[in-house]
């Protein structure tokens, strides 16, 4: 059994419920444990580019819960994991600042981080600890008929130090293996390493939603029957902006936008109910059809 505490960040449990429904349902099927934390809070992401030291020690707070409890910590959404993996390695490597940030922490919260955790994405754990050979095997259904553009996204990998150089951000691997362990073929498409400008859509939203409709249109002249992400902002961005995207350019994408466990779930003979499908807001007709009936995955 591999354990984990499942870290969902904010915007997943209140913005992308099917993502958290077919992770915890793939992670069921696939021998992964997770222990939920009431206590957890925001990641400190928001308040890094304005009080640093804060967001660093919202992060410790978080660290330190999964500590008490012994568990490392996995989380859903890219930035979640950045923010808290590059907190983990900086308390881990200086002592000094970990004194300091545990003096307010113990002064504030009672809580003490020690630096014994890891903090892991969702799909990283799917892809190093469960393995794409034990995803191969469990394959249930047949999804060769699928072919799927990957979306990495800013934080998924970088930055690099944070993530043990788990591969190169500026040639990564690891979803396009995962996407094809589930037997649907990964696309290769142009600009597929861009950002999807939810970092700027507060700031620019013209220039924000400039990005998604670049690759929007780059994955549909790929092929693409839908578009695969790991983080929640990315689904966002994507999905929930696809029709402003249109109205704005006056075109029509229509591209479905899948989380990673939501085709995992599939290939493994998850019913679409228990993907989620049904709160994806651009529908698939072809993906829903390859969902297992709801009553014939119990």
């Known amino acids: 059994m591999i354990e984990y505490a499942l870290y969902l960040g ?72 950045g923010t808290l993996a590059e907190a983990n390695r900086v308390l881990q490597s200086d002592e000094a600042l970990r004194r300091e940030v545990n003096h307010e922490l113990q002064a504030s919260t009672g809580r003490h981080y020690n630096g014994t955790i890891q903090v892991r994405h969702f799909a990283r754990v799917l892809y190093e600890e469960v393995g794409l050979e034990r995803i191969r095997q469990a394959v249930a259904v047949d999804l060769s008929s699928l072919r799927l553009a990957a979306h990495y996204g800013c934080h998924y990998l970088k930055p690099a130090a944070a993530h043990d150089q788990f591969e190169d951000p500026e040639d990564p691997h690891s979803l396009d293996e995962l996407i094809a362990a589930t037997g649907a073929q990964s696309v290769w498409y ?82 679409g109910e228990e993907v989620g499908l049904s709160l994806n807001r651009v529908k698939s007709k072809k993906l829903m059809e390859l969902a297992a009936p709801a009553h014939a995955s119990h």
Do not use: W
């Not at 069921?28 to 967001?55: N, Q, W, Y």
């Open 10 to 81: 904010c915007t997943a449990p209140v913005r992308t419920l099917n993502y958290e429904l077919a992770a915890r349902n793939t992670a069921g099927r696939l021998g992964i444990d997770f222990m939920d934390i009431e206590e957890f809070g925001c990641c400190g992401f928001p308040l890094k580019s304005v009080h640093h030291h804060t967001a660093l020690l919202m992060a410790a707070r978080n660290l330190a819960l999964a500590e008490e409890r012994g568990r490392n910590i996995c989380a859903l959404c890219s930035s979640c994991t």
């Open 190 to 271: 142009e600009g597929r390493e861009q950002c999807c400008g939810g970092g700027i859509l507060g700031a620019d939203e013209e220039t924000a939603l400039a990005l998604p409709r670049l690759k929007l249109e780059r994955a549909l002249q790929a092929g693409a029957d839908a578009l695969v992400v790991v983080c929640p902002f990315c689904d966002i961005m994507y999905e929930f902006q696809q029709r402003r995207i249109e109205k704005m350019y006056q075109a029509r994408y229509g591209l479905p936008v899948l989380f990673y466990p939501q085709l995992l779930g599939l290939a493994l003979g998850l019913s």
